[in-house]
T-cell receptor
Framework: EAQVTQNPRYLITVTGKKLTVTCSQNMNHEYMSWYRQDPGLGLRQIYYSMNVEVTDKGDVPEGYKVSRKEKRNFPLILESPSPNQTSLYFC????????????FGNGTRLTVT | DAKTTQPNSMESNEEEPVHLPCNHSTISGTDYIHWYRQLPSQGPEYVIHGLTSNVNNRMASLAIAEDRKSSTLILHRATLRDAAVYYCILRDSGVRGNEKLTFGTGTRLTIIP
């Protein structure tokens, strides 16, 4: 089944403890992206990647890192999480072609205390 | 980015058609109209998109006004599984590179059994 898989689904951590949220897609998509969703603010893009080894900042990149060493994986790294990064995170991917749809994972709910 | 305006919420009876409106009075000639929906506890999923002509697929129909300043997503026979937040999004086909989607707050559709 074609899908975007995120892990973990739920994560509770403490301020300053490095964490990684994994994202993997099995559709051979070149484009991948991370969003965060907060009440009243909708979904905001954090980082995106047009292809392997090509990443760039979205609208809210502060406090996050990403890497794209292989086409299928696009992990989101929080080197020193803070409470304002408590949010619902979504990974997405799409194939080439302007109007091809974005495929989203089921989300990772992160709580930083 | 051109903005869209949607009602915050709507209700509909099960097995009846649903018409979800979207206003986009500042739409440009290169903007495509995309619809996504987000079911509870899931990531957004693509529904349909169009430029000028009305569009149909297995999930829904998209009716676009002649002046393109508004559009309507039509669910022909709503089921309980259609209860979700529906997002109307404009994508500028003249922009290349980041395939970002700008999500607003959408319309929360409630289906009444």
């Amino acid at each position: 089944e074609a899908q975007v898989t995120q892990n973990p689904r739920y994560l509770i951590t403490v301020t300053g403890k490095k964490l990684t949220v994994t994202c993997s897609q099995n559709m051979n998509h070149e484009y991948m992206s991370w969003y965060r969703q907060d009440p009243g603010l909708g979904l905001r893009q954090i980082y995106y990647s047009m292809n392997v080894e090509v990443t760039d900042k979205g609208d809210v990149p502060e406090g996050y890192k990403v890497s794209r060493k292989e086409k299928r994986n696009f992990p989101l790294i929080l080197e020193s999480p803070s409470p304002n990064q408590t949010s619902l995170y979504f990974c997405a991917s799409k194939q080439e072609g302007y109007n091809s749809p974005l495929h989203f994972g089921n989300g990772t709910r992160l709580t930083v205390t | 980015d051109a903005k869209t305006t949607q009602p915050n919420s709507m209700e509909s009876n099960e097995e009846e058609p649903v018409h979800l409106p979207c206003n986009h009075s500042t739409i440009s000639g290169t903007d495509y109209i995309h619809w996504y929906r987000q079911l509870p506890s899931q990531g957004p999923e693509y529904v349909i998109h169009g430029l000028t002509s009305n569009v149909n697929n297995r999930m829904a129909s998209l009716a676009i006004a002649e002046d393109r300043k508004s559009s309507t997503l039509i669910l022909h026979r709503a089921t309980l599984r259609d209860a979700a937040v529906y997002y109307c999004i404009l994508r500028d086909s003249g922009v290349r590179g980041n395939e970002k989607l700008t999500f607003g707050t959408g319309t929360r559709l409630t289906i009444i059994p």
